[in-house]
């Protein structure tokens, strides 16, 4: 099984720019480098290199990449 990272989104505090990635093998989330820019309602797209490709949404017209 391969891990996944989960990117930004809103919550009570607002607009986030937080990344966490989940490791299947102990089942758990690990906090990650934060994104450049805040952002919800945004696409993250897995590149044949194993980047992941961060990019529109709202409150940002960016794109990032992360690395893992």
Sequence with gaps: MKR????????WS????SAE???PATGTWSP?????????RHTA????????LVTGGSY??????YTP
């Excluded at 990650?32 to 919800?40: L, N, P």
């Design 4 to 11: 996944g990272v989960v990117t930004g989104g809103s919550g």
């Design 45 to 52: 797209t897995l590149l044949r290199n194993g980047r992941v």
């Design 21 to 23: 990635v989940y490791d």
């Design 60 to 65: 940002s017209g960016t794109s990032e990449l």
């Design 14 to 17: 607002g607009t986030l720019a």
């Design 32 to 40: 990650t480098g934060s994104m450049a820019t805040s952002r919800y």
